[in-house]
């Protein structure tokens, strides 16, 4: 069945059709015509589930974000800031990125936004195109980490963790990455000074030191009202994430009517842009469910599991099997189809493991980010691709140059949380009940 699904979507069909014909196929040829009744219960338990009506209001929170105009106010604040240092830029579009995914939340916007506003800057003023690029899609790619997450959203039901907690454990991971990608900058920079020479002066110094400080405080207000809005009425406990959710849709509407970038076009585009992005994920979502079901009434969950179990070296070394194959995953396959396989089969043998389901599901979203950076399938990559003014000349080999030392940041994280699990434990332990 794996091996199906694989050779379906080398073979150019989308992947819900891949694993959607694989289940309805497989299916009736085990069980019958009575598969199709484990087929339909599996999609519809899928499709109304509550929670995962979080799902079209983050999309919606963050494609209204995306014409408010609140990324090119911020970009324009903190580039006065730092834009003296060498790398200085790149080190700005890490921080944007950062910011961006604490309220956006949807890769595609987040890199479209940082491509249209970092990548002219740097590549005009001399940075490394592969540098350039590689910092826009790593910063772009932590939106899928750092809540408001969709991610989160879809696999706390899977896994039955409370999203609230995911929301709360996935911050210092998503920081922690982020001050990885701007350390290798600042290193890479000082070392070869010739990839990001620092603005000159009088770029900076014509501004003077008040009118900085009132850009970035006008840039960072809004973002913090919406943070807020979400991420603090969850942690304060006073709303589970889908309602927290409707709360950030609606703050991010009065944000754009703020700004005067609202209109009934706008209204128009972000809602047709929320449908579909909305109508992939749960088509993804409702196949693969449905593969699921029939892979694990065939058997085959009792089968991976006594594979990773037999697995030398125990509980650690089953650990290390599995973020492996996630790891390898991502190259061939979206993370909606990888989390959608793969958490329903792993969940029941973490217990097993000995390890916390909470720590284990947060090393499974940070292994992900990999998935967006490594071709051949990289969506990280093709956005910016997609994006980027075709007259500043960047290559997809400038971008896929520069993307593999954040892919080994990502790594390097990996580890250390291995190393120190309370970067992970520390602040859902916190949380007000």
């Excluded at 903190?78 to 579009?93: H, K, N, S």
């Excluded at 959203?153 to 039955?160: D, K, L, N, R, S």
């Excluded at 599991?305 to 061939?332: C, H, K, S």
Aim: hydrophobic share 60%; aromatic share 12%.
């Amino acid at each position: 069945m794996l091996g199906g699904v694989l050779l379906g979507v080398l073979t150019g069909f989308p992947f819900a059709f891949a694993i959607g014909g694989m289940a309805i196929v497989m299916g009736y040829l085990l069980f019958g015509p009575s598969s199709f009744d484990l087929i339909y219960s599996r999609v519809f338990s899928l499709v109304t589930n509550y929670i995962l009506l979080a799902v079209p209001l983050f999309v919606f929170m963050g494609n209204m974000l995306e014409h408010s105009g609140i990324a090119e106010k911020m970009y324009d604040s903190l580039y006065l800031w730092m834009g003296r240092l060498r790398g200085g830029l790149a080190i700005v579009t890490i921080l944007l990125g950062t910011v961006l995914a604490a309220t956006v939340g949807v890769i595609a916007a987040s890199i479209a936004m940082l491509s249209l506003s970092a990548l002219p800057a740097m590549v005009k003023r001399g940075y490394d195109k592969g540098l350039a690029s590689g910092s826009i899609v790593a910063a772009g790619c932590l939106g899928i980490l750092i809540p408001p997450s969709v991610m989160l959203v879809i696999y706390g039901p899977m896994a039955t963790i409370s999203v609230g907690k995911l929301f709360m454990a996935a911050f210092m991971p998503g920081f922690l990455l982020s001050a990885l990608y701007m350390i290798y900058i600042a290193i890479k920079c000082h070392l070869e000074p010739e990839l990001a020479p620092p603005l000159p002066p009088e770029e900076t110094s014509k501004v003077s030191f008040g009118k900085k400080t009132t850009m970035l405080i006008i840039a960072v207000v809004p973002v913090s009202i919406l943070v807020l809005a979400v991420l603090g009425v969850i942690f304060l406990g006073i709303a589970p994430p889908t309602e927290a959710a409707a709360s950030g849709a609606f703050v991010a509407t009065l944000l754009a009517v703020a700004y005067g970038k609202f209109n009934l076009k706008v209204l128009k585009k972000t809602s047709l842009d929320t449908m579909r992005m909305t109508a992939m994920i749960f088509m993804i979502g409702s196949c693969s469910f449905a593969f699921v079901g029939v892979f694990l009434s065939a058997g085959g969950g009792k089968v991976v599991e006594n594979l990773i179990l037999a697995t030398p070296g125990g509980a650690w070394g089953a650990f290390f099997v599995i973020q492996f194959l996630i790891f390898i995953l991502g190259f061939f396959l979206d993370w909606i189809g990888i989390l959608f396989i793969t958490i329903p089969i792993l969940s029941p043998l973490i217990p097993v493991l000995g390890f916390d389901s909470l720590w284990f599901a947060m090393m499974i979203c940070v292994n992900l980010q990999t998935s967006f950076m490594t071709p051949p399938f990289a969506p990280g990559i093709f956005f910016l691709r997609g994006t980027a003014d075709p007259a500043l000349g960047v290559s997809m080999a400038d971008i896929i140059r520069g993307i593999w030392p954040f892919v080994i940041m990502v790594l390097v994280g990996l580890a250390l949380m291995v190393a120190f699990p309370q970067i992970i434990l520390w602040l859902p332990a916190k949380m007000i009940k």
